[in-house]
T-cell receptor, first 112, second 115 residues
Framework: KQEVTQIPAALSVPEGENLVLNCSFT??????LQWFRQDPGKGLTSLLLIQSSQREQTSGRLNASLDKSSGRSTLYIAASQPGDSATYLC???????????FGQGTRLTINP | GAVVSQHPSWVICKSGTSVKIECRSL??????MFWYRQFPKQSLMLMATSNEGSKATYEQGVEKDKFLINHASLTLSTLTVTSAHPEDSSFYICSEGQGFTDTQYFGPGTRLTVL
């Protein structure tokens, strides 16, 4: 059974810092891995999607990497801003079934 | 990206009543929609996969007779929580899928509170 773990559960940093969020998964048989952002009481916004054949994806100040063999992904946020405060979820799309398995999320707070 | 709406955005009901939540794909014909549940400070858990014109596929541990899913058209899937109880209080989110290798687009969610 695929399990997705995110570390840390919560993170608070001052504005302007670069930071890394971690995601690990137990079964490397995935189609892709996605990072989402969720604001309190809201739905999910897709940030980055990495196909299983890719190593990384970049969008603006965000960079996500994928090491499928070791079951790890990281989300790097450069020059953090208060508007980046949200919960960040990673999810793997299981190979052979269009299902997303989510991690517990990292609750990020950027302090002005 | 695709736009998915949900209605209502929040609902409060008495224990024992039924509640219907709608999920609409506004700009895409979605043959497959997904229903997730999120308890406070927990992650999303897939409840069921809704396929247009056929029966939904439920995840292990999800009662199909309690959570009725109907996907009668390519733009609308509904989730009905029957005989709701306080433990059903949760955040319900739907999404539409566009293939194995593509992302899912999520609705804004529906907050259900059962008194």
């Amino acid at each position: 059974k695929q399990e997705v773990t995110q570390i840390p559960a919560a993170l608070s940093v001052p504005e302007g810092e670069n930071l890394v969020l971690n995601c690990s998964f137990t079964d490397s048989a995935i189609y892709n891995l996605q990072w989402f952002r969720q604001d309190p009481g809201k739905g999910l916004t897709s940030l980055l999607l990495i196909q299983s054949s890719q190593r990384e994806q970049t969008s603006g100040r965000l960079n996500a990497s994928l090491d499928k063999s070791s079951g790890r992904s990281t989300l790097y946020i450069a020059a953090s801003q208060p508007g980046d405060s949200a919960t960040y979820l990673c999810a793997v799309n299981l190979q052979g079934a269009q299902k997303l398995v989510f991690g517990q999320g990292t609750r990020l707070t950027i302090n002005p | 990206g695709a736009v998915v709406s949900q209605h209502p955005s929040w609902v409060i009901c008495k224990s024992g009543t039924s509640v219907k939540i709608e999920c609409r794909s506004l700009d895409f014909q979605a043959t497959t929609m997904f229903w997730y549940r999120q308890f406070p400070k927990q992650s999303l858990m897939l409840m069921a996969t809704s396929n247009e014109g056929s029966k939904a596929t439920y995840e292990q541990g999800v009662e199909k007779d309690k959570f009725l899913i109907n996907h009668a058209s390519l733009t609308l899937s509904t989730l009905t929580v029957t005989s709701a109880h306080p433990e059903d209080s949760s955040f319900y989110i739907c999404s539409e899928g566009q293939g194995f290798t593509d992302t899912q687009y999520f609705g804004p969610g529906t907050r259900l509170t059962v008194l």
